[in-house]
């Protein structure tokens, strides 16, 4: 059996950032095409909403940063997309996912993995865009031929 290409970390999503009467429990999957969050909402810790999976592509993720605060460790993923964002709850513009302190190594090599994948496609995007459309269009790069 091969090894899945992917990095899972258990989660949890506290009251702060849905408005403190629902608790999340999840399961985020990182890999370098993105994050596959997979979640169950109870509200006041007993309704079950059923669980619900997003989506997130590496185009979408912005930036992924591990925090440690005290006891408390998070995988914190900025979005470029509000509709994705909206899906999954989130604070500030961001999905703040509270992982154990156990789970940090592996958090660390989740971001770690992600942001590598980001800047090589960032590279590569570069690489195969035009000369002309990185530096604006013809008629602004015929004006400096002039």
Not at 92 to 98: E, N, Y
Request: glycine share 6%; hydrophobic share 40%.
């Amino acid at each position: 059996m091969s090894k899945p290409h992917y990095i899972s970390i258990s989660f949890k999503i506290d009251g702060s950032q849905t408005g403190g009467f629902k608790t999340v429990d999840g399961m985020a999957k990182i890999s370098r095409a993105g994050v596959v969050i997979e979640f169950e909402a109870k509200i006041f810790g007993i309704m079950k909403t059923g669980i619900k999976e997003v989506r997130i592509p590496l185009s979408e993720i912005e930036e992924v940063r591990v925090v440690k605060k005290f006891f408390k460790h998070t995988l914190e993923i900025w979005l470029n997309n509000f509709r994705t964002l909206s899906e999954i709850p989130n604070k500030d513009g961001r999905i703040i996912l509270q992982i154990s302190k156990d789970d940090r190594p592996r958090a660390e090599q989740a971001a770690h993995v992600l942001q590598t994948a980001k800047s090589e496609t960032d590279a590569l995007e570069i690489l195969q865009t035009p000369v002309s459309r990185l530096f604006g269009d013809d008629e602004e790069t015929n004006e400096l031929k002039r």
